[in-house]
């Protein structure tokens, strides 16, 4: 079946360095690719999405491009701040399927 | 702004009680969904529903049952709770191919 997987965490970074989350997919068709974030406390909210091949989700200063040929949809921030620190999920539907999650990446940024 | 409502944001109860978990959303979404989510292990599917009384079974239904009685109201019901219930349960909704909407979370211990 279909399935997302993100690296461990936790990851911990000073404010304004570069955050990349890798994310990698095994899916049958073509899936549709998401960021979630869950804050501290809070349920999961929509980060950024990519619904096909080459699209570049951007939010909030974070990219992912969904990647065909190496199945990935890595995210990324140029600069991050302590107001990013939370935990950060890979998603993915095939179809009309549920949402299929990766595992979490916990990302701390320190100032 | 979708809103997702899950009754309690913290619950305790004892072995072997019948727990009732609450969720309401109150965007005429068809779709609800019950995960939980654990650490290490990210969030898992218990069930889903595509429509009033219509429900489906997730990755990991045993020991949980569900009722949608009404569009708005999705419940998740532990028959029997036991300790390897505790987790902390997540509702989403969502309507054709949108992205899913969450409530917070209810953090369920079971003692």
């Known amino acids: 079946g279909d399935s997302v997987t993100q690296m461990e965490g936790p990851v911990t970074l000073s404010e304004e360095a570069f955050l990349t989350i890798n994310c990698t997919y095994t899916a049958t068709g073509y899936p549709s690719l998401f960021w979630y974030v869950q804050y501290p406390g809070e349920g999961l909210q929509l980060l950024l999405k990519a619904t096909k091949a080459d699209d570049k989700g951007s939010n909030k200063g974070f990219e992912a491009t969904y990647r065909k040929e190496t199945t990935s949809f890595h995210l990324e921030k140029g600069s991050v701040q302590v107001s990013d620190s939370a935990v950060y999920f890979c998603a993915l539907t095939s179809g009309n399927t549920p949402l299929v999650f990766g595992k979490g990446t916990r990302l701390s940024v320190i100032a | 702004d979708v809103k997702v409502t899950q009754s309690s944001r913290y619950l305790v109860k004892r072995t072997g009680e019948k727990v009732f978990l609450e969720c309401v959303q109150d965007m005429d979404h068809e779709n609800m969904f019950w995960y939980r989510q654990d650490p290490g292990l990210g969030l898992r599917l218990i069930y889903f529903s595509y429509d009033v009384k219509m429900k489906e079974k997730g990755d990991i239904p045993e020991g949980y049952s569900v009722s949608r009685e009404k569009k708005e109201r999705f419940s998740l019901i532990l028959e029997s709770a036991s300790t390897n219930q505790t987790s902390m349960y997540l509702c989403?909704?969502?309507?054709?191919?949108?992205?899913?909407?969450f409530g917070n979370g209810t953090r369920l211990t079971v003692t």
């Open positions: 989403a909704s969502s309507s054709g191919g949108s992205p899913l909407h």
